[in-house]
């Protein structure tokens, strides 16, 4: 006897086969791998999401620290140009009395400090029997300090080759950048040279001579008023000029004493009169 099989019952076995095989088994130890197949998946998705957050929350800190690494050296060249445009201006009103102009300092990421009477400057005429102090005074320095660490070269933007200079051009404020004893970025203005010119010969009827003329110039910087913080102007004043002349008999030599130590001489040929002129210069903020 032969048994006939119609397709649509065959279909229907095997779909019902099917369905069998992916519904998910009854017994405990089904229900159990089932759980924990969904527990493993929930916790690879909060591993995933925790990874996430933290790349974001670091890729948004390093971001943060490189804008505000970019505004501060930025900063910090401004401040150098509007040094070495402070520097002018003072050169510029201290040969004129009561003249003045001011620079603007924007400080929001570092600072600028006035630093009053720093500096100790003392001018003597050495020669055979006497020793003659030209210039004893205290002059005042300022110095921009970024708030943020970063390499800059270490250089003179302005004047710092010789302490005497003898040149009519030469700059007598000089503007130094380098490294701050906390590692800070920082930049350096402050007057430390000396100008001695020669300028000629002339006859001093009371002497019945010839004598050479030396022109000795120093500009003074003090600190007036200063207040505020984040946009600075700093103004520069021609307080005074004084002028002293000596008439050296004996031939010797000018030097030049910072804070205590000898930085340069230079020589005096006599019979010489020397004209010394201290310009006084006010630096404060308006």
Known sequence: ?????????????????????????????????????????????????????????????VATHMIELQVAQAEYNEAKEAMVILADIVEEVGSKMYSSSYVKFNCRSGRLDFLKNSTHIKVVL????????????????????????FSVVEEYVRGGADPI????A?????????????????IWFYSGSIRLIEEGTMYLE??????????????????????GSGSLNVKAYGKAVSINTQLVENSGTVHLVVNGQEKDSAPIAAPALIYVAVAEVEVATV
């Open 206 to 227: 009371g002497r019945g001579c010839n004598v050479t003329v030396y022109e000795l110039v120093f500009v003074k910087i003090r600190i007036g008023a200063t207040f």
């Open 165 to 168: 200079l003898g040149e009519e």
């Open 1 to 61: 006897m032969s048994v006939e099989l119609h397709p649509t019952c065959t279909f229907r076995r095997y779909a019902h086969g099917i369905v069998k095989a992916a519904a998910p088994p009854k017994s405990g130890t089904g229900r159990r791998l089932l759980a924990d197949r969904r527990g493993s998946e929930t916790l690879s998705s909060l591993i995933i999401a925790t990874t996430i957050l933290v790349v974001t929350l670091v890729s948004a800190n």
């Open 170 to 186: 030469a700059p007598l404020v000089s503007i130094y950048t380098g490294m701050d004893q906390d590692g800070a970025p920082a």
């Open 126 to 149: 050495r020669a055979d029997l006497e020793n003659l102090t030209l210039i004893d005074t205290y002059t005042s320095s300022l110095r921009y300090k970024s708030g943020s660490s």
